[in-house]
């Protein structure tokens, strides 16, 4: 089993910033993609960043040039550097993992959500 620990959310005023982090623990192998979901009252979830073990990255249109993710591999965690902030980043933040398993088959994991509130 792996666990993920988020952490840095918060109350921030639009235009702002906030660093979001998430750190796996547990039986892992190795670590393939790691990203973040969000999700906002009364809307879908929605992928905003990914980033491979090279360190590939792609984002969500609505987060491009504002949002930055990055991975230190030797410590298993993800951040997310989050810049000019708006409202509507207002969300539930979740990052997962998918790490591979014992049996080399990849398991998604996912963190315990982190609040991220943008007032205007």
């Known amino acids: 089993q792996v666990q993920l620990v988020e952490s840095g959310g918060g109350l921030v005023q639009a235009g702002g910033s906030l660093r979001l982090s998430c750190a796996a623990s547990g039986s892992i192998f190795s670590i393939n993609n790691m990203g973040w979901y969000r999700q906002a009252p009364g809307k879908q979830r929605e992928l905003v960043p990914t980033?491979?073990?090279?360190?590939?990255?792609n984002y969500a249109d609505s987060v491009k040039g504002r949002f930055s993710i990055s991975r230190d591999n030797a410590k298993n965690t993800v951040y997310l550097q989050m810049n000019s902030l708006k409202p509507e980043d207002t969300a539930v933040y979740y990052c997962?993992?998918?790490?591979?398993?014992?049996?080399?088959?990849?398991?998604?994991?996912w963190g315990q959500g982190t609040q991220v509130t943008v007032s205007s």
């Open positions: 997962f993992a998918d790490s591979r398993n014992a049996d080399s088959r990849y398991s998604r994991y």
């Open positions: 980033i491979t073990s090279g360190s590939s990255t």
